[in-house]
C-alpha cells in the first residue's frame, strides 16, 4: 500500500513540475507575436474572397469548424460566432472586396486573442492569399504551448490547406 502510494505521490509531482516549468518557460515569452503563411491557388482572386467572406459556410470545408452564427446588429460590423473546439466570436474590422479582409476576437477569456489579416494578390494567372496573425496568449501554458508544441501557424496552416482542398487543389502553406 505504501508503494503505492509513494508512486502515485510521485506521478502527480512530476506532473505539476512538468507544469510549473512549463509555466515558467511561458511566462518569459513574449504575448505578442506576428506570423503568416501563403498559398497560391489557381483561382481568380473574386472567388476565393467569395468563399473566404462566406463564413457560414465554413463548417462545409473547414473540419475544425461545426456551425457559424451571423451576428448582424445594424450600425455595428460583421461579427460572426464559430463553433468548434471553442466558440469564438470574430468581427470584421475590415472588408476591402476581393483584396483584404480583417478579422479580431472578441473574446476575453480564451487565453488568447488577436487578428487575422487575409490579403489576397494576383500571382501567376491565380491569386496569393497570404494570412498575417497578430497574436496575443495571455495565459502562459498556452504560450508555452503554442511555442513549442503546435506553433503560431499551425492553424493558419489547417486553414489554407483546407482552402485549397475546397478548391479541389493541394497547397503547402509558406
Do not use: C
Request: hydrophobic share 40%.
Amino acid at each position: 500500500m505504501k508503494t503505492a502510494i509513494v508512486i502515485v505521490a510521485s506521478i502527480i509531482g512530476v506532473v505539476v513540475l512538468v507544469f510549473a516549468v512549463m509555466a515558467l518557460i511561458g511566462s518569459q515569452l513574449p504575448r505578442a507575436h506576428t506570423a503568416s503563411r501563403s498559398i497560391v491557388l489557381r483561382q481568380q482572386r473574386a472567388n476565393v474572397y467569395a468563399l473566404i467572406r462566406d463564413f457560414k459556410s465554413a463548417p462545409a470545408w473547414r473540419s475544425a469548424v461545426k456551425s457559424v452564427d451571423i451576428i448582424e446588429t445594424p450600425g455595428q460590423k460583421l461579427r460572426f460566432l464559430e463553433h468548434g473546439s471553442e466558440d469564438v466570436t470574430y468581427e470584421v474590422t475590415e472588408d476591402v472586396p476581393n483584396q483584404r479582409i480583417v478579422t479580431r476576437i472578441l473574446n476575453t477569456d480564451l487565453g488568447y486573442s488577436g487578428q487575422w489579416t487575409y490579403e489576397l494578390t494576383d500571382e501567376n494567372g491565380g491569386t496569393r492569399v497570404k494570412i498575417t496573425e497578430d497574436g496575443d496568449v495571455s495565459n502562459v501554458l498556452f504560450r508555452f504551448m503554442s511555442r513549442y508544441v503546435f506553433g503560431h501557424t499551425s492553424t493558419m496552416d489547417s486553414y489554407l490547406t483546407a482552402l485549397a482542398k475546397r478548391f479541389g487543389e493541394s497547397a503547402t502553406p509558406q
